[in-house]
């Protein structure tokens, strides 16, 4: 089980941009994928990304926009948001799951970080 630690969130306006790390306590052989839950809403996924780094999959609200990266080196995923709208205001969870493939599934991811606010106002 490794251990997940978000940051980065925080209070901007519409059209702006935040970029979201997550810290992983270990090198180990997963991948990763950012949720990202509203009030009153289900958690839903945002992206998700590949051990190697190759394959990246968005939903669709936020593609174009927002971009998920990671760092071998750092232990650290990342989660590039830009031209955000209010209704990308949630609480944004890191996710980690164990294989080299990326997941839609939230089932399959194991390991979550405790969660950081994004609130995008108008």
């Known amino acids: 089980q490794v251990q997940l630690v978000e940051s980065g969130g925080g209070l901007v306006q519409a059209g702006g941009s935040l970029r979201l790390s997550c810290a992983a306590s270990?090198?180990?052989?997963?991948?990763y994928a950012w949720f990202r839950q509203a009030p009153g809403k289900e958690r839903e996924l945002v992206a998700a990304?590949?051990?190697?780094?190759?394959?990246?999959y968005y939903a669709d609200s936020v593609k174009g926009r927002s971009t998920i990266s990671r760092d071998s080196d750092k232990n650290t995923v990342y989660l590039q948001m830009n031209s955000l709208k209010p209704e990308d205001t949630a609480v944004y969870y890191c996710?980690?799951?164990?294989?080299?493939?990326?997941?839609?599934?939230?089932?399959?991811?194991?390991?979550w970080g405790q969660g950081t606010q994004v609130t995008v106002s108008s």
């Open positions: 996710a980690a799951k164990s294989g080299t493939r990326a997941g839609w599934n939230q089932n399959e991811y194991h390991s």
């Open positions: 990304i590949s051990w190697s780094g190759t394959s990246t």
């Open positions: 270990e090198r180990t052989l997963s991948s």
